[in-house]
């Protein structure tokens, strides 16, 4: 029995899939189960957190060439694969053009509860958060209700082997909280520059006994940090970089022992989340209750709700957001800090 499991998202949507991932490889064994990932940065992650094999991952991304892409369904082809799942979270379109050129013998793909089910969508879908609709498959597989759904993905959503670093060694301070200003690719998904540095302000007159380790991955954000520190003035604020400075599971380390992680909708707040970190988190052009952190979380939302919000559901901006970013933008920094001292108490 083999079974490939499309999942080639970035890290933060990854995470999302790991009770889907448990709950195969309970089934049917860990050398059965195969994953798509999009780069080997994913995979390697996987590999040290879940039970995956190593030798059982697929990369498949937009940038592959052509022959790239013709080698990897040759392989897919040759591993003739008993079940081929296709989530929700997976484009459906390409995903049962991969289908077809895989040469598996059965594909399980979802419907919604109110439409009519196409040829092979042999499970419904009912729930509304990704992390849910992943695992949502075991409806044709097992006879569980959506309670049993639920209790298992709350049970199995966990990583293997969290190592606990020394913090001393990364000479940070032992009373800490961590921002995340960027959000990957996704830049209308940020909370605006003005608004985090004001927020600093708040958060730094009433826990002035705390440090502030700002965190991202690359030179965009590496940029970013360094503009909303260079604001304050080093002899009163005790705020730094720890951006590019660490490896991602020194990082995840970092995030785990923190007093607490505060970020708007990125791929390190699902990590902080799947480690059950207490965390604010900032939504406003995405949809908290499809995309948000699934467990420890406290979400901020403008109320009431801009009739564009989220994106995704304007047929003008669509998944770009817009230039104002009026749904950040006109949230009031005290809401939030109220949802710190929340956490801190």
């Known amino acids: 029995m083999k079974i490939i499991y499309l999942g080639h998202h970035a890290l933060g949507d990854v995470v999302m899939k790991i009770p889907a991932i448990r709950y195969l490889i309970n089934k049917f064994g860990n050398e059965s189960v195969y994953f798509t990932v999009r780069d080997n940065s994913v995979k390697d992650f996987l590999i040290n957190h879940t039970p995956l094999l190593k030798d059982n991952f697929l990369i498949y991304n937009n940038g592959m060439s052509v022959l790239e892409k013709f080698s990897l369904i040759r392989y897919i082809r040759n591993l003739n694969?008993?079940?081929?799942?296709?989530?929700?979270?997976?484009?459906n379109k390409n995903g049962k053009f991969l289908f077809q050129l895989s040469n598996s013998k059965?594909?399980?793909?979802?419907?919604?509860?109110?439409?009519?089910?196409?040829?092979?969508e042999v499970y419904v879908s009912k729930f509304k958060h990704k992390v849910l609709q992943n695992i949502e498959f075991v409806r044709y597989f097992e006879n569980w209700n959506d309670k049993k759904i639920l209790d298992f993905t709350n049970e199995n959503y966990f990583l293997d082997n969290l190592v606990n670093?020394?913090?001393?060694?990364?000479?940070?301070?032992?009373?800490?909280?961590?921002?995340?200003?960027?959000?990957?690719?996704?830049?209308h998904k940020r909370y605006p520059v003005n608004k985090w540095q004001e927020l600093i302000t708040l958060i730094t007159e009433k826990y002035s006994t705390y440090n502030i380790y700002v965190s991202?991955?690359?030179?965009?954000?590496?940029?970013?940090?360094?503009?909303?520190?260079?604001?304050?003035?080093?002899c009163h604020i005790r705020i730094k970089s720890i951006v590019n400075k660490y490896s991602l599971s020194e990082t995840m380390?970092?995030?785990?022992?923190?007093?607490?992680?505060?970020?708007?909708?990125?791929?390190?707040?699902?990590?902080?989340?799947?480690?059950?970190?207490?965390?604010?988190?900032?939504?406003?052009?995405?949809?908290f209750e499809i995309t948000g952190p699934y467990s420890h979380c406290t979400p901020i939302r403008i109320y009431p709700k801009l009739k564009c919000m989220p994106c995704h559901l304007s047929k003008k901006y669509g998944n770009r957001g817009c230039d104002s970013v009026d749904c950040l933008q006109d949230l009031d920094n005290l809401k939030i800090l109220k949802a710190i001292d929340e956490n801190l108490k």
């Open 106 to 120: 059965k594909l399980i793909s979802h419907h919604n509860i109110h439409s009519i089910p196409k040829k092979n």
């Open 253 to 287: 380390t970092i995030i785990r022992n923190s007093n607490l992680f505060i970020s708007a909708d990125c791929g390190p707040t699902h990590i902080a989340s799947i480690m059950k970190t207490k965390m604010v988190t900032i939504f406003g052009p995405t949809d």
């Open 81 to 91: 694969f008993d079940y081929f799942i296709l989530p929700p979270t997976i484009n």
């Open 165 to 187: 670093s020394n913090l001393k060694s990364f000479n940070l301070e032992e009373k800490y909280i961590v921002l995340q200003p960027g959000s990957g690719g996704n830049i």
């Open 216 to 234: 991202g991955v690359g030179k965009e954000e590496s940029n970013l940090a360094n503009t909303i520190i260079n604001f304050f003035d080093p």
